[in-house]
């Protein structure tokens, strides 16, 4: 059992350099030089860490929506699936490039960051896993770059999207 996820770990990541959408994002990232990531869970997470190593290795204005409590104000104040769109609003613009992560490509959060972002026609490009035709994969229609990693499984998903943004790193 061990040697099979094994393999699915080093094949997905092996996709990465093969697939298409790779160059797409090393394209965006060299244009912008703002940067905002946004993701829930263990994708907060990956947010945050990647916002700092393009700050501290690029020198990109890079960050993440991950306060605690300006998430939980925007989340009293606006709803959990309005949270990220609101924070987008205040935030975003034509020169900042917006990078939505969700392993299962579902989240209500995020579909609405991708309805806002593809109605202003704000730059971004979209991280995802599990179904190939998840929402969010589906209606970004306008995205820079939009990665798909073929499992469903999260800890598989969640670390190849972590190795596929550090990759001009």
């Known amino acids: ?8 770990y080093t094949g997905s990541v092996k996709s990465i350099v093969l697939n298409k959408e790779y160059p797409k994002y090393i394209n965006a990232f060299k244009k912008y030089k703002r940067i ?15 916002s700092q190593d393009m700050t501290k290795f690029f020198k990109k204005k890079a960050f993440s ?26 935030y975003t613009d034509k020169n900042t ?3 939505l992560i969700s392993s299962s490509g579902q989240s209500k959060n ?16 979209v991280l995802t ?8 994969r589906t209606i970004s229609k306008n995205a820079l770059f939009n ?16 190795i596929f943004l550090h990759g001009p790193i």
Do not use: R, W
């Open 65 to 90: 929506f991950s306060d605690p409590s300006m998430l939980t104000c925007f989340i009293n104040d606006f709803g959990m699936s309005n949270a990220y769109t609101q924070f987008l609003k205040y």
């Open 129 to 136: 896993g599990f179904n190939n035709l998840n929402t969010v």
């Open 97 to 99: 490039l917006v990078i």
């Open 147 to 162: 990665f798909h990693v073929k499992s469903k499984k999260y800890g598989i998903v969640e670390c190849v999207h972590q």
């Open 36 to 50: 905002i990531l946004i993701g829930n869970g263990g994708s907060n997470s990956i947010a945050s860490h990647i």
């Open 110 to 125: 995020i579909i609405n960051c991708v309805n806002y972002l593809e109605k202003n026609k704000f730059p971004y490009g």
């Open 1 to 8: 059992m061990k040697n099979k996820i094994f393999i699915e």
